[in-house]
């Protein structure tokens, strides 16, 4: 099975920084990488997908790039409703993996 | 617009089983892959099944395999996951998401249902 490691697990940030969130994974997957956001007590909602494809209605701050073995997500300017954790995954073959998650709080 | 309303939760004991379905509505069901992901409680996302849009593939995550199995109706619209022998890690907030493509997996969710496994 393809390991995905996320760094880091937890972090926390102020309104208006750059994040960047680290997805790793144990053998090369090209493209094959989705990027999903879950808020306390909420629906996991798809950001990205095909590692850098922005979801519709996702805003513009978030941003994907990778291939290979290491992706990372970006929010550009964050927000204080951009609290939430956040998870890789792997779709490249079965069984599809998710990272441990992200946790992100604002300062 | 595209719906995934999950049913079947509740609690059960450990060894008995429990089916889950899925509705699905506002797009053509049987054009696309079906996948069931869980949550325990406090923890990450696991993947546990996807089936093809005919119902010809199917695949399931070790922690499930020989357990559980995916199906679908498609004249009906509807997802399933039967689940045998469940244990107490079983425990979770199950959810059915959609697959556009194999590039394009997880754009919809449904709200998820609860299944807690005790005894």
């Known amino acids: 099975d393809i390991q995905m490691t996320q760094s880091p697990s937890a972090m926390s940030a102020s309104v208006g920084d750059r994040v960047t969130i680290t997805c790793r994974a144990s053998?090369?997957?090209?493209?094959?990488l989705a990027w999903v956001q879950q808020k306390p007590g909420k629906v996991p909602k798809r950001l990205i997908y095909?590692?850098?494809s922005l979801q519709t209605g996702v805003p513009s701050r978030f941003s994907g790039s990778g291939s290979g073995t290491e992706f990372t997500l970006t929010i550009s300017s964050l927000q204080p409703e951009d609290f939430a954790t956040y998870y890789c995954?792997?779709?490249?073959?079965?069984?599809?993996?998710f990272g441990q998650g992200t946790r992100l709080e604002i300062k | 617009q595209v719906q995934l309303v999950e049913s079947g939760g509740g609690v059960v004991q450990p060894g008995r089983s429990l089916r889950l379905s899925c509705a699905a509505s506002g797009f053509t069901f049987s054009s696309y892959a079906m996948h069931w992901v869980r949550q325990a409680p406090g923890k990450g996302l696991e993947w546990v099944a996807v089936?093809?849009?005919?119902?010809?593939?199917?695949y399931y995550g070790d922690s499930v395999k020989g357990r559980f199995t995916i199906s679908r109706d498609n004249s009906k619209n509807t997802l399933d996951l039967q689940m045998n022998s469940l244990r107490s890690e079983d425990t979770a907030v199950y959810y059915c998401a959609r697959e556009s493509s194999w590039v394009d997996p997880f754009d919809y969710w449904g709200q998820g249902i609860l299944v807690t496994v005790s005894s």
């Open positions: 995954l792997q779709h490249n073959s079965y069984p599809i993996t």
């Open positions: 053998q090369g997957i090209s493209h094959f």
């Open positions: 089936v093809s849009n005919d119902g010809s593939n199917k």
């Open positions: 095909a590692s850098s």
